[in-house]
């Protein structure tokens, strides 16, 4: 189980807090705590793999929608993203293997998840978790270049979890600023800049000329990137 204090180590814009995460699948235990409230965060480093879970409750002003509701992914995506641009070498690009994988200079680094609460009066969720799971090491292969399409956090000498876990938190708090002055385009700018293909984002249209994608539910799918004996990306 989650230790039930905050993890003092780490300094978090409000109105996050971070917990402890013990062993098991991170999604799952954080949707279990997600009446603990936005901004919860679990994370946990073990096994090679550095898993992080953010509870969000989506509502206006920012969601009137289902649809809207989604744009919470993007969003957190969008700040994962920006975090390992930030704490990455500068010459190695972040990108997008839409809607699901992070890649770093064309690597598979981590995986995203996404799972809603029960729908409210609203019809918005109640509730949604952001999971990321992000490759921490490689320990187990005598030969990480036979597998150069997926990488790790040490090979690619970024810091430890803490400084990351602080940059996720400060990011996200950002974009959802710009969402809030500008609106979904700015969420969408963030997510599609790092998508190296527009053409591959699948289940995309294009509606009265602004950008529609699909029921996240539709096209999330962790069997094309998740270890699950190892709780994160596959090699």
């Given at each position: 189980?989650?230790?039930?204090?905050?993890?003092?180590?780490?300094?978090?814009?409000?109105p996050f807090q971070?917990?402890?995460?013990?062993?098991?699948?991170?999604?799952?235990m954080?949707?279990?705590?997600?009446?603990q409230?936005?901004g919860?965060?679990?994370w946990?480093?073990?096994?090679?793999?550095?898993?992080i879970?953010l509870?969000?409750?989506?509502?206006?002003?920012l969601?009137t929608?289902p649809a809207?509701?989604d744009l919470g992914?993007?969003a957190?995506?969008?700040?994962?993203?920006d975090?390992?641009?930030?704490?990455?070498?500068?010459?190695?690009?972040?990108e997008?293997g839409?809607?699901?994988?992070?890649?770093?200079?064309?690597?598979?680094?981590?995986?995203?998840?996404w799972?809603t609460?029960?729908a409210?009066p609203?019809g918005?969720?109640?509730?949604?978790?952001?999971?990321?799971?992000?490759?921490?090491?490689?320990?187990?292969?005598?030969?990480?270049?036979?597998?150069?399409?997926?990488?790790s956090?040490a090979e690619?000498?970024?810091?430890e979890?803490?400084?990351?876990?602080?940059?996720?938190?400060?990011?996200?708090?950002?974009?959802?600023?710009r969402?809030?002055?500008?609106g979904?385009?700015?969420?969408?700018r963030?997510?599609?800049?790092?998508?190296?293909?527009?053409?591959a984002l699948?289940?995309?249209r294009?509606e009265?000329g602004?950008?529609?994608?699909?029921p996240?539910?539709?096209?999330?799918?962790?069997?094309?990137?998740?270890?699950?004996?190892?709780?994160?990306p596959?090699?």
């Amino acid at each position: 189980m989650p230790d039930t204090q905050p993890d003092r180590r780490l300094l978090l814009p409000p109105p996050f807090q971070a917990f402890a995460a013990g062993a098991g699948d991170i999604l799952a235990m954080a949707a279990d705590r997600a009446t603990q409230g936005a901004g919860t965060i679990l994370w946990r480093e073990a096994g090679g793999v550095l898993a992080i879970a953010l509870i969000l409750e989506p509502g206006p002003p920012l969601a009137t929608t289902p649809a809207e509701a989604d744009l919470g992914y993007l969003a957190a995506l969008a700040a994962l993203c920006d975090t390992l641009a930030q704490h990455g070498q500068p010459e190695r690009r972040v990108e997008i293997g839409w809607p699901d994988r992070v890649l770093y200079d064309g690597a598979l680094l981590a995986g995203t998840r996404w799972q809603t609460g029960p729908a409210g009066p609203d019809g918005l969720p109640e509730w949604a978790v952001f999971a990321a799971e992000i490759t921490a090491s490689r320990d187990g292969l005598d030969h990480p270049g036979l597998f150069p399409n997926s990488t790790s956090l040490a090979e690619e000498e970024f810091p430890e979890a803490p400084p990351m876990i602080e940059s996720l938190a400060a990011w996200l708090k950002l974009i959802v600023d710009r969402w809030s002055v500008h609106g979904p385009d700015a969420v969408l700018r963030r997510v599609l800049d790092r998508v190296p293909q527009p053409d591959a984002l699948a289940g995309a249209r294009i509606e009265g000329g602004r950008l529609k994608l699909p029921p996240l539910a539709s096209v999330l799918d962790e069997t094309r990137w998740r270890d699950p004996e190892r709780g994160g990306p596959a090699w």
